[in-house]
């Protein structure tokens, strides 16, 4: 597994141990780096070149908004997470092409949703090139009443999690498995799915609507469904910029 070369920078000595106390909780986050400055953080930023970079807005001399500028224009720019104690930021943050944003204190579901949005945007970045040349042609293999059903991914709408099994949803049917969702969002990286939620993964083919629902979140309509799908307020974005033109 590839890890995740990560860098914190922030000048609260607190904040940065707290920060990688929660993402030392992912083994693929490789913490490379610290620093307490703007100034610093472009120095380790550029002589290590991470795949994202954890920044704190209010800085003395160099803030943070000020160290995202600089990055953005590097030959191979890391994704930028803001880390703030005011949410107000998150319009300036995204003003500067950063990927997400954290509110202080930090707190395990942030962390979470943010790693998602992290990994989901470096995936897609890794592998997009590499699927456009390669045909795949395998089908996921699911037990159904004794038999082996083998289904044609681009025929699955969605899945989620629900207790301890995994819900595949196609057109007319559902099918029931013991697979966890991360392994199966594995197996299904050649094709165009996207989770929107810790718990569900959209093939985005099939979305048709975009709904506005509470708090800056989101559900999906999908071909062929009913109900809709939920779509975490940190993954909006991500999914706008998958789906639109």
Not at 221 to 226: A, D, E, I, L, T
Request: with cysteine; aromatic share 10%; net charge negative.
């Amino acid at each position: 597994m590839k890890k995740i070369k990560t860098i914190i920078i922030d000048d609260e000595p607190y904040s940065r141990d707290e920060l990688t106390f929660l993402l030392k909780e992912y083994e693929d986050i490789e913490i490379i780096g610290e620093a307490d400055s703007g100034e610093k953080g472009l120095e380790i930023v550029m002589r290590n070149e991470p795949d994202v970079v954890f920044v704190d807005i209010e800085m003395p001399q160099m803030s943070g908004l000020e160290l995202a500028k600089a990055l953005t224009n590097m030959k191979q720019a890391p994704l930028i997470i803001f880390a703030t104690a005011y949410a107000d930021y998150a319009v300036k943050a995204f003003r500067v092409q950063a990927l997400d944003y954290l509110v202080k204190p930090f707190d395990e579901e942030q962390i979470e949703d943010v790693i998602g949005r992290i990994k989901e945007r470096l995936h897609n970045t890794d592998f997009k090139e590499k699927e456009k040349s390669t045909a795949a042609v395998g089908k996921l293999a699911v037990e159904d009443d004794g038999r082996i059903v083998y289904i044609p991914p681009k025929d699955i709408t969605y899945l989620f999690r629900e207790e301890r099994e995994t819900i595949i949803c196609t057109k007319d049917r559902t099918f029931r498995l013991r697979t966890p969702i991360k392994e199966l969002e594995e197996k299904l990286r050649a094709y165009p799915f996207f989770r929107t939620h810790k718990s569900y993964l959209v093939n985005l083919d099939k979305v048709e609507e975009l709904i506005p629902w509470f708090n800056g979140a989101f559900q999906v309509k999908v071909v062929g469904r009913k109900e809709e799908i939920p779509v975490s307020r940190n993954y909006v974005k991500a999914l706008r910029e998958q789906l639109e033109l």
